[in-house]
């Protein structure tokens, strides 16, 4: 079948599902296949729940004229996805980046959200099914896009731009996340900066934080460029306070003085910057802006600040690089109080300089005082400190339930797959 026929039969059942727990009756269920996984073998049983179609790419024993034969799964999902964009005359904005893309993501579509209707990319599902499951969703009342891109490796980016065919793209930054996959920092830098790469061959636009030197460097050649920072640029802006939240103060661009967030931390700026520069440029009213970022309420473990009791608690566990966790804990050593802690998970696909980093981590902590350190996983086991240390965050959190804390600040952080969160529970 080509993707011309499946696509008419998308538009009949305007719904797509790649897992059958989540199956809805009408969904056209895409059975895609990994190391281990293979949901060829459950397409007629996505049939049987109630999927209008199931599209394989093995022969399957069953003769049901609603199991639909394609080459190659995964490809047929983003072709799909393609052909469903380009119906779209919108701007189309992508968010990649090592740190910040999710909320800056979040920020930017409730902006946006205000004043259009927005589609854009739920939770993180960012990868190579998450960005074409995105592009799906997106229904015929569309005015504006924003779809955030996750990537470990280089080519990722630009395979994801094959097809979502960007009008507009932010690189956050490019720091020191997923080294062991990029190959060291300038392999981020080369990997992010393939957003950058389709922008400029195809007279794209750029929000550029001008406050980093090497964003310059990655994006020469883009004719448009639209600048925000802390010191030059279309908009500036700067940490007017950042205890308990940050507050934004505007200098330049945006006439409203101040805008109040529920984030935490001052390394949060930038996002917020990028999202009033996408939000000014694209003519949404500054009244309508301030009140959307000051309404958006961090979640899923990010910039989270939870109270139990007398205590207040970072939650900052989505994910952990050594840029992320260096500004976590630089931004908790500000905050004045007395009975600070800090519970800090492994940070992972850091390749051959693992160890090395997670000692560059010990050594900062070190230069602060704490009323008590907890290291959890990964090569912090490598390192040598005094701190106390747990294989996982169940055992850490068997520590913190005994230790009674009263009117401390707790700072927990670490990458997702330490779930990080679990030392809260009970």
Known sequence: MTIEQLYQ??????????????????????????????????????LEQGAAYAVIDEEVDNANNRLVKVDDVLTALQQLAKHHRQQFNIPFIAITGSNGK??????????LASHFKTYTTQGNLNNHIGVPLTLLSIKRDAEIAVIEMGANHQKEIEGYCS???????????????HLEGFGGIEGVKKGKGELYD????????????WDYDYLHNMSKGII?????????GDYIGNVKTSEPFLEVEFSKGFDIDTIKTNLVG?????????????????NVPEEKIKTAIESYLPSNSRSQMIERGSNKIILDAYNANP?????????FAKIHADNKVILLGGMMELGETSIAEHAAIVNLIEQYRWKAVVLVGGNFKSTHNSFLYFDDAVEAGRWLQQQHFENSYLLVKGSRSMQMEKVLEN
Not at 163 to 170: D, F, M, N, S
Not at 224 to 232: H, T, V
């Open 198 to 209: 389709f922008l400029r061959l195809n007279n794209g636009a750029a929000f550029i934080n």
């Open 224 to 232: 448009n460029i639209i600048k925000y920072g802390s010191i030059d």
């Open 266 to 282: 001052d390394y949060n700026l930038p996002n917020v910057l990028c999202a009033v520069a996408v939000a000014k440029h694209f």
């Open 163 to 177: 097809y979502t065919l960007p009008t507009h793209g932010i690189v956050t930054n490019a720091g020191k996340a």
């Open 9 to 46: 039969l998308f538009l009949q059942y305007p719904s797509v599902q790649t897992d059958t727990r989540k199956l809805k009756k009408g969904d056209i269920f895409f059975a895609l296949k990994g190391p281990n996984f293979n949901a060829n073998n459950f397409a007629v049983q996505a």
């Open 323 to 331: 840029s992320s966790v260096k500004l976590a804990i630089e931004n």
């Open 102 to 111: 999710t909320t800056t993501k979040e920020l930017i579509s409730t902006a």
